[in-house]
């Protein structure tokens, strides 16, 4: 006789709030894993799918919240939080938030939850929808709060992505979250300031991507190099382009994209960050002291 995989005593049984492209990537994920899932989603017809695949639909919010001791939530922002948990019991729960918030959005949410009874922790998805329920794919989820909660949920956690708790704070994982896409988003305005520079020469921008990313890849071990000067406080440690060699460089990166018609919003700013160092620090430093300027 066939078995229902939900049915296995050792697969904690858990709630989701929330049906989007990422929740539900993240309930199909548990239900392939053999957990007993309970789902809700405003728009009931996103439901239908999951209800054919085993997993019990709830009509509200906090019919869905009173199903499972383990209560995932993946909606739009804070405040749809909020909403959807307005009236529900929260008592004896253990409230995993996995909207994208701000480190102080986060906190806030953390005691708002203990006030109501339920153990927190606060997620910060690192992947996109299709790597859900892929081992392979690399994604994984930062965990910050319960320390108590990580660990007792951890195998369930891990089902649909890989999990890094990083400390009590339930900030830290919002932190460590727009940290990462913050140092994305400067490597995609060089890219797309490299790429603007060959538009209208006899440059494919196919042929331009590989030597991109392989250069973009060699110089990511600045990287560890930052990070140990910031702690050490010496910024000429190990220092192989200096400071003021870099700045004299900015006449010919300007000048060759003003040649090109290019722009120079998306570099301009770095470069005078760069000088402004090199007139209260040291010509023989590295790039590591522009970290002190953007602090307020």
């Not at 919010?61 to 009236?87: H, K, Y």
């Amino acid at each position: 006789m066939a078995t229902n995989p939900a049915d296995d005593p050792s697969k904690t049984p858990l709630t989701l709030l929330g049906l989007g492209a990422m929740g539900t990537a993240l309930a199909e994920a548990w239900l392939a894993a053999g957990h007993p899932l309970t789902v809700w989603n405003r728009t009931a017809a996103r439901a239908e799918a999951l209800a054919a695949r085993g997993a019990t639909v709830a009509a509200t919010a906090a019919e869905a919240v009173a199903a499972n001791r383990l209560v995932v939530v993946c909606l739009l922002d804070d405040d749809s939080v909020l909403e959807a948990l307005d009236g529900a019991d929260l008592t004896g729960r253990d409230l995993v938030n996995l909207v994208t918030n701000t480190p102080g959005q986060s906190r806030l949410r953390a005691a708002w939850a203990e006030r109501h009874g339920a153990r927190y922790l606060d997620g910060a998805i690192m992947a996109v929808p299709p790597m859900i329920g892929v081992p392979t794919a690399g994604g994984y989820v930062f965990y910050g709060g319960s320390a108590e909660l990580f660990e007792e949920h951890r195998d369930t956690l891990t089902a649909p992505a890989g999990t890094r708790y990083v400390g009590a704070d339930a900030g830290h994982a919002a932190l460590y979250d727009v940290a990462l896409l913050s140092g994305m988003y400067g490597m995609f305005a060089g890219v797309a300031h490299a790429f603007a520079l060959i538009r209208g020469e006899s440059v494919a921008p196919s042929e331009l991507a590989p030597l991109l990313g392989g250069w973009i890849s060699a110089m990511s071990h600045s990287v560890g190099t930052t990070a140990e000067q910031l702690e050490s406080g010496d910024y000429t440690k190990g220092v192989v382009s200096s400071l003021a060699m870099q700045v004299a460089a900015k006449g010919t990166m300007l000048r060759t994209a003003e040649e090109q018609g290019v722009s120079p919003e998306l570099i301009e700013p770095y470069f005078r960050l760069m000088e402004r160092r090199l007139e209260i620090g040291s010509g023989e430093e590295d790039l590591s002291g522009v970290v002190d300027l953007l602090r307020r």
